[in-house]
């Protein structure tokens, strides 16, 4: 069976609304490469935060994995996010499957990678499956903040941020009313999600949602990424770090 051929077929309309909505390429993968399930594992999971402060220059492993996640989490919730309010079927999301493997051509490219397997199938999510995809990533999120030595709390702020900015930006599209109203159940769905579901005191999304700036048109974190260290980044704050408020 060739699986990445028979999914390019059912997932041309999906693939098409990412590629203009969300600018996201797919690639597949073969077996013997790193998923997240793998990184569950402490070597493994070592490694691959050690791979990636290798390839962004960071100066140490907890600017690494603030990085790490806040670039995968584009790829790991955003698209299924997407789908599941437009009602396109779309692969079944699976942290077997999710792989985090580089090429050697990588500079944050904008590619969802993953496992060309037969477990791969396509679906509507459903708000059930939302839920289990966020348990998975509590799960995984302790997991790396403990190999990383960063702050859990830290790593889901990073995913709120992306999915916060997700909606912002996608509101300012001229979009259906169907897709508006998937998007906004979303929204209503994560903000009254309980902070004891993701293992924190408040949560996280709600929190970013209610911490608008209006003098710098954006949510503020409470809690800086690390971006700045970064020699790409030529010590720039991020314009919602709260450092800026500092200056």
């Not at 969300?22 to 073969?30: G, R, S």
């Not at 990184?39 to 962004?56: E, G, P």
Request: charged content about 15%; hydrophobic content about 45%; overall charge positive.
């Amino acid at each position: 069976m060739n699986t990445c051929c028979d999914l390019d077929v059912e997932l041309a309309t999906t693939f098409t609304m990412l590629q203009q909505n969300l600018k996201l390429e797919i690639c597949y993968f073969p077996t013997n490469v790193t998923t997240l399930v793998d990184l569950l594992d402490d070597v493994v999971c070592k490694n691959t935060l050690q791979n990636f402060a290798a390839r962004i220059h960071a100066k140490n492993l907890r600017c690494a994995t603030s990085l790490f996640i806040k670039y995968w989490s584009t790829f790991w919730v955003l698209p299924f996010l997407y789908s599941q309010a437009a009602s396109l079927p779309f692969v079944k999301w699976q942290s077997s499957t999710l792989v985090v493997d580089l090429p050697k051509t990588w500079y944050w490219d904008r590619t969802l990678q993953l496992l060309d397997s037969p477990k791969l199938s396509l679906h509507v999510m459903s708000f059930q499956e939302i839920e289990l995809m966020l348990n998975q990533l509590s799960m995984l999120f302790s997991q790396i903040a403990k190999i990383g030595r960063v702050s859990y709390t830290l790593l889901w702020e990073n995913v709120a941020v992306r999915v916060v900015q997700f909606y912002h930006a996608l509101q300012q599209q001229n979009l259906g009313k169907d897709m508006l109203e998937g998007l906004l159940q979303q929204q209503q769905w994560l903000k009254a999600k309980s902070a004891q579901s993701f293992s924190l005191k408040e949560n996280p999304f709600a929190k970013l949602w209610a911490n608008w700036h209006p003098e710098l048109n954006t949510y503020m974190r409470e809690k800086c990424c690390f971006y700045f260290q970064l020699e790409e980044a030529g010590q720039a704050l991020c314009r919602n770090c709260p450092l800026q408020l500092k200056k």
